[in-house]
Nanobody, 115 residues
Framework: QVQLVESGGGLVQAGGSLRLSCAAS????????MGWYRQAPGKQRELIAL???????NYAVSVKGRFTISRDNDKNTLYLQMNSLKPEDAGVYYC?????????WGQGTRVAVSS
């Protein structure tokens, strides 16, 4: 069983920065990719950033150039550095682990951005 625990959310002023973390534990033998998803109030959950097992990254257009996804394999931790935050970046951020057909989710961490 895999567990993902996000942290690092909070309230920040527009233009500010936050770093989210996702600590993974449990037995995961093969990881296809890990990603960060965001769900804003009244909207569907959307993919924000993805990092593959090979280290390739992809970003949603709305965050490209402002957010950076990274991982520390030794610590089994995924990160999302968010800079130049905007009010529209607010929402609950979820960590996802794709293990070739098995998808695992964290409980989410809330980000609020004041204008």
């Amino acid at each position: 069983q895999v567990q993902l625990v996000e942290s690092g959310g909070g309230l920040v002023q527009a233009g500010g920065s936050l770093r989210l973390s996702c600590a993974a534990s449990g037995s995961v033998w093969k990881i296809n990719a890990m990603g960060w998803y965001r769900q804003a109030p009244g909207k569907q959950r959307e993919l924000i950033a993805l990092i593959t097992s090979g280290g390739s990254t992809n970003y949603a257009v709305s965050v490209k150039g402002r957010f950076t996804i990274s991982r520390d394999n030794d610590k089994n931790t995924l990160y999302l550095q968010m800079n130049s935050l905007k009010p529209e970046d607010a929402g609950v951020y979820y960590c996802n682990l794709d293990s070739f057909g098995n998808n695992y989710w964290g409980q989410g961490t809330r980000v609020a951005v004041s204008s």
